[in-house]
């Protein structure tokens, strides 16, 4: 699996939380990154995704304003700040990568664009 991600964990609402993803085996630049998240019961949700410079980012409604979408092409890592968490925060989050796209953004948020998948970091916020 060349992604694995890190920085899960218990944090009470309010806080804040960075997650990690480490890309390997992959030309990472050539790959939009983007996060996911999925929790109990309900379908996959698009986060957010970076292009390949980090200049362009393109963010949830749910999470704009709170979140941030950031890559380190040196490290073939890409991070997502979580500031103001709340309790519907709480889900696994996952790391995808998806092959170089023209164009806008319209196509970010359908999880079958992706062609890798790390395995989910679980993120809860306490109430």
């Known amino acids: 699996v060349p992604l694995a991600e890190s920085g899960g964990g218990l944090v009470p609402a309010g806080g804040s939380l960075r997650l990690s993803c480490a890309a390997s085996g992959l030309p990472f630049t050539n790959y939009v990154m983007a996060w996911f998240r999925q929790a109990p019961g309900k379908e996959r949700e698009f986060v957010a995704a970076?292009?390949?410079?980090?200049?362009?980012?393109y963010y949830a409604d749910s999470v704009k304003g709170r979140f941030t979408i950031s890559r380190d092409n040196a490290k073939s890592t890409v991070y997502l700040q979580m500031n103001s968490l709340k309790a519907e925060d709480t889900a696994i989050y996952y790391c995808?990568?998806?092959?170089?796209?023209?164009?806008?953004?319209?196509?970010?948020?359908?999880?079958?664009?992706?062609?890798?998948w790390g395995q989910g970091t679980q993120v809860t916020v306490s109430s």
């Open positions: 970076v292009n390949w410079s980090g200049i362009s980012t």
């Open positions: 995808a990568a998806a092959f170089w796209r023209h164009g806008g953004w319209g196509w970010a948020p359908d999880p079958d664009e992706y062609d890798y």
